[in-house]
């Protein structure tokens, strides 16, 4: 067997259209004909509308700093490169005694595979979901790792409208890639690729993520 055929794939994307599960008050994603062949036109071409939160997305320091770097100015290499995919069985939040034995160490892009890997496909929004705690972002920003990624819409608790994880990763120009569905992907380590799209001056910007596995 050759090389590439040890190689697999995961696909982590929230597939975009019409009837989304979208965070309660962002923009609904729509797309439409603006020329369609069922409608007599030599081609297809629609016109889609969306929130830069939708789906599968990066948040970038701009989400909520007015002086924040935006989504463009990420350095590509956060969403490039080795990841690890580390579970967590927190009830409600997850704290820094659910990371301390993770190995987590300087320049690492980390992914949190929580139970709400359950419900990230689901068909409505789920509020109680799990989230991190500000202690938690506090210890990955100390860790000094280069990219957070979460199986839900947001890192921070639904119900705290300061949004204090977002702040102090931001803060530290730590991009966060939201709306992961790990529902399969084991614990362990892959090579991530999750490039968004090049959309200037953006607060964020919806993600193709996958992950790239070795059978061993
Ligand atoms: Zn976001």
Do not use: W
Not at 140 to 149: E, F, P, S, T
Not at 190 to 201: F, H, Q, R, T, V
């Amino acid at each position: 067997m050759g090389e590439e055929d040890k190689r697999f794939l995961y696909d982590l994307t929230v597939p975009l259209h019409p009837g989304m599960v979208i965070y309660p008050g962002d923009p609904l994603f729509t797309k439409e004909f603006s020329y369609s062949l069922a409608k007599g036109a030599g081609f297809n071409v629609s016109a889609i509308t969306l929130g830069s939160h939708t789906g599968t997305h990066v948040d970038a320091p701009a989400h909520f700093y007015a002086d924040g770097i935006t989504l463009e100015q990420i350095p590509l290499t956060c969403f490039l490169g080795p990841a690890k995919v580390i579970e967590i069985n927190a009830k409600k939040s997850i704290f820094p005694h659910h990371l301390i034995d993770k190995g987590i160490k300087e320049g690492d892009r980390i992914l949190f595979k929580t139970a709400n890997s359950e419900f990230v496909r689901a068909r409505s929004f789920h509020p109680d979901y799990i989230y991190l705690s500000p202690e938690a972002a506090k210890y990955l920003v100390d860790a000094k790792v280069i990219l957070v990624g979460f199986d839900y819409f947001s890192i921070d608790d639904f119900y705290n409208e300061d949004n204090p994880c977002h702040k102090i990763l931001l803060a530290k120009n730590i991009p966060i890639l939201e709306g992961l569905n790990l529902a399969d992907v084991p614990e362990g380590n892959y090579y991530l690729m999750a490039l968004p799209l090049k959309i200037s001056g953006s607060d964020a910007g919806p993600v193709r993520a996958v992950l790239m596995g070795e059978k061993v």
